[in-house]
């Protein structure tokens, strides 16, 4: 039995390194917590992250992300037709974030009534169930590349704070916030499928999902007015909205969100992306 393990750990171990295997993938992007890679390949079978099969797009090509806390060792494997794996160690290090400390005098953002509690309950089933969806498309839609969903504006919220309201730890800040104002355009970061449409949530207001297949979803949060309607194909670039300040937010601006399922990705490093 110890010899099978000798000689199966020295088989992982050629694989990992073994240069001719890994030339049959191409990587990019950044091995850092909250950011997605991009891989490339040719003749793919089949690909996993660890337990996670990932979906392939007929142009050889698929996406995966890491959460922002998402820390340690993984193992990609990628099954080409010939038979031959490529297996990729991804080391990620551990991510420092900042602490933003606000302190908002009305009162009425720091606790929810109970009054509300059933409408969040709702709003929460939505969201929840809009999220199933997501995963389910094989096409790389994302493949025209990526842009800001805001011409211009100023960066009030980077991704990954912890915020501290009124000396009350909150959750970590998920997206990116671009202050801009009210009615200006927002656009489609890449191409996608509408996933979600909501009327004035308690929390995130009036925003849009989009899918942008193999589980990429992006979100834009607190809009005054939705131009797209669920199930509507979007090119990149194309107005889906205009920035507002409904939901729980203190003045117009932009909450941009990138996940990879439910893994949360930084905007600013999909804005670093290059995979051509
Ligand atoms: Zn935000």
Known sequence: MLKINIILTFLLITLIY????????????????GNIIIVKGNNIQW?????????IDSQQLFVLGFDAKETGSKILKVKHDAGLVTLKNIKLPDQEYKVQKINNKKQQFSAT???L?????????????ARKKIGKIDTAYYKSGFMKPIKGGIITGVFGSQRILNGVPKNMHNGLDIAVPRGTPVYAMTDGVVNLTTNNF?????????DHGQGLNSMYLHLS??????GQYVKKGEIIGEVGTTGRSTGPHLHWGVQWYSKRV????????KFD
Do not use: C
């Open 225 to 230: 007015q939705i131009h797209v309607k669920e």
């Open 202 to 210: 308690y929390y995130a207001g009036s925003y849009i999902v989009l």
């Open 18 to 33: 073994s240069p001719i295997y890994s030339q049959e993938i191409e990587v990019f992007g950044n091995l850092v917590p």
């Open 117 to 129: 509690e059933n409408r969040i309950k709702k709003e929460r089933e939505i969201a929840k169930n």
């Open 47 to 55: 690909a996993w992250i660890d337990s996670t099969q990932l979906k």
């Open 266 to 273: 930084d905007p600013a490093q999909i804005l670093k992306m």
């Open 113 to 115: 009534p109970d009054s």
